[in-house]
């Protein structure tokens, strides 16, 4: 029998900064200890969110990997391992056939000793997933606020025609309004988006058909 735990954090700035990986890690020692088990290999999966099934994470699918029928897989919280409902319960399933105990220390240990502690594991997993549903619909509401400002939302760079100020906000750029101005002169004229996309090239503007159809249109 092999023990492993696994533990994650969602962002790059979580991993380089070291938040919370070493309070996990401590965590899965302190219960491994508690319980007489030895952890052969603690899995740590830095900077990727908890929204992308366990099967598709480099860490996650190192995991499932190496397990063999009577492992235990250890972890400190639900959310780290699953984040979907569905995710949570087909993996469990899976595992459960396969052999392989799961231990979640927010839920009190192995997930599979009872009926009860299954139950509780399936709407904890069902939460978890309400909660990111939630915190989907804020950042998107948040999204929605900043893009009626005016401001810019991150990306290569802000729309044709603009650049980035001080404080996010969308600040017209000059030059480039012209040549906003001058493709819409074009345009009534009758000219191609291609003859126009041609044009502005040739003031240093490197825009294809599509991106003068977008700011066109706008």
Do not use: W
Not at 64 to 84: C, M, N
Not at 147 to 171: D, Q, S, Y
Not at 193 to 198: F, G
């Amino acid at each position: 029998m092999s023990v492993y735990g696994y533990c994650r954090v969602s962002t790059d700035r979580q991993a380089n900064e070291g938040e919370s990986l070493g309070v996990q890690e401590r965590q899965l020692l302190g219960y491994a200890t508690m319980q007489g088990m030895k952890l052969d290999r603690v899995f740590v999966e830095r900077g990727v969110s908890g929204s992308i099934p366990l099967a598709e994470r480099p860490q996650g699918a190192a995991l499932l990997e190496a397990l063999q029928s009577g492992d235990v897989v250890v972890s400190p919280k639900l959310d780290r391992v699953f984040r979907s409902a569905l995710d949570a319960l087909q993996q469990t399933e899976a595992l459960r056939e396969h052999g392989v105990s799961l231990h979640f220390l927010d839920l009190g240990g192995d997930i599979a000793g009872n009926g009860l502690s299954r139950l509780f594991m399936t709407i904890a997993a069902a939460f978890a997933e309400l909660e990111r549903d939630r915190i989907q619909e804020r950042i998107s509401q948040v999204k929605r606020d900043q893009r009626a400002r005016g401001r810019f939302l991150g990306g290569t760079r802000p729309p044709f025609g603009f650049r980035a100020g001080n404080g996010g906000e969308l600040v017209p750029d000059e030059t480039e309004q012209a040549a906003i101005a001058r493709a819409r002169r074009l345009r009534g004229r009758g000219k191609s988006l291609r003859y126009i996309a041609a044009k502005l090239a040739s003031d240093g503007h490197r825009l294809n058909p599509e991106s003068v159809r977008r700011f066109l249109a706008r």
